[in-house]
């Protein structure tokens, strides 16, 4: 299976590439946003500025966003899953992202900004969760997702009085807000059942 991440610059991914290594399992890296969807599973990995990812998503932001909306199967981590929005406010909010997910990333309503650190997930609700259960996940965050529709939220976190979506879901594309990579075994089960699942739903298909 080719598991391909798209490279914007910022993310860290040589600790995502560790967590996501497992058997039968190719892993490539991309840059170009046209060329990484030629793959059986894309990754937006985390760790970034909203504004200077998009632009780096820009020359193949709309074959990226028609592939996922065809079908192939993603993960968006941290900003990865705020790509997958169509807008930000982080940086002036003029920057598009890939808006596949209806809604608005904004920045958190606390005083202690950033969130770093563990976090509790509830209202967990997907096969996902259901086959790696994950009650606590890392966070390194200013900025979370409001999805226009609950409906697509899978797992929620709550930051002081702030209750943001932890992870949402259209189809076959799958967003977490939190680092699964640094969430010790727990996460990176997690991510393998994610890869798991791509796989077997792309069998099926």
């Given amino acids: 299976m080719l598991v391909t991440l798209f490279d914007y ?3 860290n991914l040589h600790s995502l590439m560790k967590a996501l290594d497992g058997p039968n399992v190719e892993l490539r890296v991309e840059d170009d946003a046209r060329r990484a969807i030629h793959t059986d599973l894309l990754v937006l990995p985390g760790v970034g500025a909203f504004d200077a990812a998009a632009a ?3 020359p193949g932001r709309g074959s990226m966003r028609d592939a996922i909306r065809d079908g192939l199967p993603c993960i968006g981590i ?10 930000s406010d982080e940086g002036g909010g003029e920057a598009e992202g890939l808006g596949v997910i209806g809604g ?15 976090n509790s997930l509830d209202g967990a609700r997907d096969p996902l969760f259901d086959a ?44 977490v807000q939190f680092h699964p990579e640094k969430s010790s075994a727990a996460g990176v089960r997690w991510l393998h059942e994610a890869v798991r699942a791509a796989h077997h739903t792309g069998e099926k298909a």
Avoid at 78 to 87: P, S
Avoid at 105 to 118: C, H, M, S
Wanted: proline letters at 4%; a positive charge; glycine letters at 8%.
């Fill in 9 to 11: 610059g910022a993310g």
């Fill in 56 to 58: 780096r998503l820009a």
């Fill in 78 to 87: 941290c900003l990865g899953m705020q790509l997958l929005f169509a807008h």
């Fill in 104 to 118: 608005r990333v904004e920045r958190l309503r606390a005083k202690r900004v950033p969130q770093i650190g563990w």
């Fill in 132 to 175: 790696a259960p994950l009650s606590m996940a890392y966070y390194a965050n200013s900025y979370v997702c409001r999805a226009s529709y609950p409906s697509q939220v899978i797992a929620w976190s709550s930051h002081e009085e702030d209750r943001f979506a932890a992870a949402v879901r259209v189809g076959r594309t799958v967003g």
